[in-house]
């Protein structure tokens, strides 16, 4: 259930996310007088297509369909969608147009000015979806994380090995002093930090940050988790604890014969002790108490722990406009430090790209709004950038080549434009390759 579940959000956001592209090429397209002869979600291969408003079932049921001058359909295969736009060498590789005179409702014969908008549509249109989800979720729900300002972290191997601590508090990484608790990770790699400065037992200390590891940052959840410590705010009912004489505010700083400075480390010691009692060191005010405490079956105590102090901001709908365009605008600063990581081979950045299992793992396994709003607007502006990428295939690569022609006055030939969007789709092949071969080396 939980993977259905899973497959259906990233199918949703998809098609959500591919209709806007496609829309914003669309609408440019016909203001322009352009005509589009397809609009697809998914692609067509092989002329296979699952609805289709001038063939099959659809146009018997509604047959002024047929004299739509765009085919609207859904194609079978769902690794993305497209715009037929008439004069326009796309990835679609029809040529056909080119045997002929060129028309004026074809892409070809219209001043570059309108082409370049015509190509940036889409890109626009997904920036334009991420600012209006944004403001959406704020006004809606505002916006909660666990503030950086007090917080230790509890480190994994790797930011052990780099020099981390458990109870280090992350001052600044080099001049940047994080906010969010839950970016310190991402921040870290995505400004190629040199040194983090961290707070240890009092002391100020400052730790260089190795490059070479940027890939094992990358390919490393939760280098730093949040140390939290074991205090108790309530007994579960029907708790095998109930009766313990655990009270709210009590923090448990050993179990057994070891030291619990925080909860991860009772962790273990808790699941090597399922089913039986241990002895347990309750801090309780200022005294020090001891008392046995029951392990349940799956290596559990039954009790609620303290919650850690969350910062919330709320947003009343005007406010929420600016801090929507403020919240895109840094997305898509954060998605332009990671891609230049990806570009970067040294840093083996490129081992974390992902497909569609990736965007998959990273939607939760209960459906939730906030969560599918706020993975939605992130996809739509990691779409926008990308297309925006200088690669032929892409819209980048064709809005490069309008903007040349605006500036040289020299139109590419058409044969130049195919051959560079056929080497264009051999890239995008290569990356889809690479991020399913990333996924699957994951998987195992």
């Given at each position: 259930?939980?993977?259905?579940?899973?497959?259906?959000?990233?199918?949703?956001?998809?098609?959500?996310?591919?209709?806007?592209?496609?829309?914003?090429?669309?609408?440019?397209?016909?203001?322009?007088?352009?005509?589009?002869?397809?609009?697809?979600?998914?692609?067509?291969?092989?002329?296979?297509?699952?609805?289709?408003?001038?063939t099959g079932w659809f146009s018997r049921l509604f047959p002024k369909g047929k004299d739509l001058e765009t085919e609207y359909g859904i194609g079978?295969?769902?690794?993305?969608?497209?715009?037929?736009?008439?004069?326009?060498?796309?990835?679609?590789?029809?040529?056909?147009?080119?045997?002929?005179?060129?028309?004026?409702?074809?892409?070809?014969?219209?001043?570059?000015?309108?082409?370049?908008?015509?190509?940036?549509?889409?890109?626009?249109?997904?920036?334009?979806?991420?600012?209006?989800?944004?403001?959406?979720?704020?006004?809606?729900?505002?916006?909660?994380?666990?503030?950086?300002?007090?917080?230790?972290?509890?480190?994994?191997?790797?930011?052990?090995?780099?020099?981390?601590?458990?109870?280090?508090?992350?001052?600044?990484?080099?001049?940047?002093?994080?906010?969010?608790?839950?970016?310190?990770?991402?921040?870290?790699?995505?400004?190629?930090?040199?040194?983090?400065?961290?707070?240890?037992?009092?002391?100020?200390?400052?730790?260089?940050?190795?490059?070479?590891?940027?890939?094992?940052?990358?390919?490393?959840?939760?280098?730093?988790d949040l140390a939290r410590p074991f205090t108790i705010h309530s007994v579960a009912e029907g708790s095998v604890n109930s009766g313990s004489g655990l009270l709210q505010g009590d923090r448990i700083i050993g179990l057994d014969t070891y030291e619990i400075p925080?909860?991860?480390?009772?962790?273990?010691?808790?699941?090597?002790?399922?089913?039986?009692?241990?002895?347990?060191?309750?801090?309780?005010?200022?005294?020090?108490?001891?008392?046995?405490?029951?392990?349940?079956?799956?290596?559990?105590?039954?009790?609620?722990?303290?919650?850690?102090?969350?910062?919330?901001?709320?947003?009343?709908?005007?406010?929420?406009?600016?801090?929507?365009?403020?919240?895109?605008?840094?997305?898509?600063?954060?998605?332009?430090?990671?891609?230049?990581?990806?570009?970067?081979?040294?840093?083996?950045?490129?081992?974390?790209?992902?497909?569609?299992?990736?965007?998959?793992?990273?939607?939760?396994?209960?459906?939730?709004?906030?969560?599918?709003?706020?993975?939605?607007?992130?996809?739509?502006?990691?779409?926008?950038?990308?297309?925006?990428?200088?690669?032929?295939?892409?819209?980048?690569?064709?809005?490069?080549?309008?903007?040349?022609?605006?500036?040289?006055?020299?139109?590419?030939?058409?044969?130049?434009?195919?051959?560079?969007?056929?080497?264009?789709?051999?890239?995008?092949?290569?990356?889809?390759?690479?991020?399913?071969?990333?996924?699957?080396?994951?998987?195992?």
């Open positions: 259930m939980i993977v259905l579940i899973k497959i259906l959000q990233v199918i949703l956001a998809l098609s959500i996310l591919i209709l806007v592209h496609e829309l914003g090429h669309f609408t440019f397209s016909k203001m322009f007088g352009i005509r589009v002869d397809k609009f697809f979600l998914f692609f067509d291969a092989g002329g296979t297509k699952l609805l289709s408003t001038k079978w295969l769902p690794l993305g969608g497209y715009c037929k736009i008439a004069g326009m060498i796309d990835e679609s590789m029809d040529t056909g147009y080119l045997q002929n005179e060129a028309q004026p409702w074809e892409f070809r014969t219209k001043p570059a000015w309108q082409r370049l908008l015509v190509m940036a549509g889409g890109v626009l249109f997904n920036f334009i979806l991420a600012i209006i989800l944004y403001i959406s979720m704020l006004a809606g729900w505002g916006e909660s994380y666990i503030s950086n300002e007090g917080s230790c972290i509890y480190v994994n191997e790797l930011a052990y090995d780099m020099g981390f601590r458990n109870g280090d508090h992350i001052i600044r990484f080099d001049d940047y002093e994080p906010e969010n608790f839950a970016l310190l990770q991402a921040d870290m790699v995505r400004r190629t930090a040199e040194k983090a400065t961290i707070l240890r037992d009092g002391d100020t200390l400052d730790i260089y940050i190795d490059h070479s590891r940027i890939g094992e940052m990358l390919n490393s959840p939760l280098m730093f925080y909860v991860q480390d009772a962790w273990p010691i808790l699941e090597a002790h399922k089913g039986e009692s241990i002895a347990a060191s309750v801090l309780r005010g200022a005294d020090t108490v001891a008392m046995d405490i029951q392990v349940d079956s799956t290596g559990r105590l039954g009790v609620f722990l303290t919650s850690p102090q969350v910062k919330t901001m709320e947003y009343s709908i005007l406010s929420a406009i600016p801090a929507g365009f403020v919240k895109t605008f840094t997305s898509i600063g954060d998605y332009l430090q990671d891609l230049k990581l990806v570009f970067t081979p040294s840093t083996e950045a490129y081992k974390s790209v992902g497909s569609f299992i990736a965007i998959g793992q990273i939607f939760p396994s209960a459906w939730d709004w906030y969560s599918f709003i706020s993975i939605l607007a992130l996809l739509s502006i990691m779409l926008g950038v990308m297309n925006l990428l200088p690669i032929p295939a892409l819209d980048g690569g064709h809005i490069v080549f309008t903007i040349y022609e605006m500036i040289t006055g020299k139109k590419p030939s058409d044969n130049f434009l195919y051959i560079t969007q056929l080497i264009g789709m051999l890239l995008l092949f290569g990356l889809m390759f690479l991020a399913f071969g990333n996924d699957i080396a994951r998987l195992f």
